[in-house]
Nanobody
Framework: QVQLAESGGGLVQAGGSLRLSCTASAASRSILSIHEMGWYRRAPGKQRELVAVMTSGGSTNYANSVKGRFTITRDNAKNTVYLKMNSLKPENTAVYYC????????????????WGQGTQVTVSS
């Protein structure tokens, strides 16, 4: 019901920067609001982990390893979330997934959740 389109991944040298973007949409209904939206990642040989999320009211939650280097922002009117990643390190190499929780759709009682297909971020030494 809810689709998340991601972009911005790629190959970058250590110390470089990337900005990820994710836009939510619904096939046949308008999105009224999204409670929480953000980013998770899965590195090679590791479990998926939270990177950064933000509520519609602006509250944020970051992984300790990215605090001070990554910044999450949202444009609620566009149903879009961004992740600016600075001072990238090789250990940040992973597939980054966009996530949305509590998506309210017009003419719908229940709320929906969604995941993006993932975008590859590779940081070279």
């Amino acid at each position: 019901q809810v689709q998340l389109a991601e972009s911005g991944g790629g190959l970058v040298q250590a110390g470089g920067s990337l900005r990820l973007s994710c836009t939510a949409s619904a096939a046949s209904r308008s999105i009224l609001s999204i409670h929480e939206m953000g980013w998770y990642r899965r590195a090679p040989g590791k479990q998926r982990e939270l990177v950064a999320v933000m509520t519609s009211g602006g509250s944020t939650n970051y992984a300790n390893s990215v605090k001070g280097r990554f910044t999450i922002t949202r444009d609620n009117a566009k149903n879009t979330v961004y992740l600016k990643m600075n001072s990238l390190k090789p250990e940040n190499t992973a597939v980054y997934y966009c996530n949305a929780n509590g998506v309210a759709l017009k003419m719908a009682v229940r709320r929906y959740d969604g995941w993006g297909q993932g975008t590859q971020v590779t940081v070279s030494s």
